[in-house]
Nanobody, 113 residues
Framework: QVRLVESGGGLVQAGGSLSLSCVAPGITFRFAPMGWHRQAPGKQRELVASITSGGTTNYVDAVKGRFTISRDNAKNTVFLQMNSLKPDDTAVYYC???????WGKGTLVTVSS
């Protein structure tokens, strides 16, 4: 059962920016470590960014310095700001509640060269 709702994907030129949002219903959001994953065509899903309940962040090397994950516990929302996008960033991006193992349906990000 899908419980998270992502938004903000779309088509952007290389070098551009997009901001993704994920709303996670429920009263446990503020306790949950959250992650953004992506799955490119023909590739396995990978974790690209995560944030603990206390706000500590971690990134895969490929997006360090370009992506920023953040959260607003009052709005049960986690964000992924993506700058300096590259064609290799093209993928479906998924939000994940690591505490309850809930996923969203994903939002497609396409970066054209």
């Amino acid at each position: 059962q899908v419980r998270l709702v992502e938004s903000g994907g779309g088509l952007v030129q290389a070098g551009g920016s997009l901001s993704l949002s994920c709303v996670a219903p429920g009263i446990t959001f503020r306790f949950a470590p959250m992650g953004w994953h992506r799955q490119a065509p023909g590739k396995q899903r990978e974790l690209v960014a995560s944030i603990t309940s206390g706000g500590t962040t971690n990134y895969v090397d490929a997006v360090k310095g370009r992506f920023t994950i953040s959260r607003d516990n009052a709005k049960n929302t986690v964000f992924l700001q993506m700058n300096s996008l590259k064609p290799d960033d093209t993928a479906v991006y998924y939000c994940h509640d690591q505490l309850q193992d809930y996923w969203g349906k994903g939002t497609l990000v396409t970066v054209s060269s």
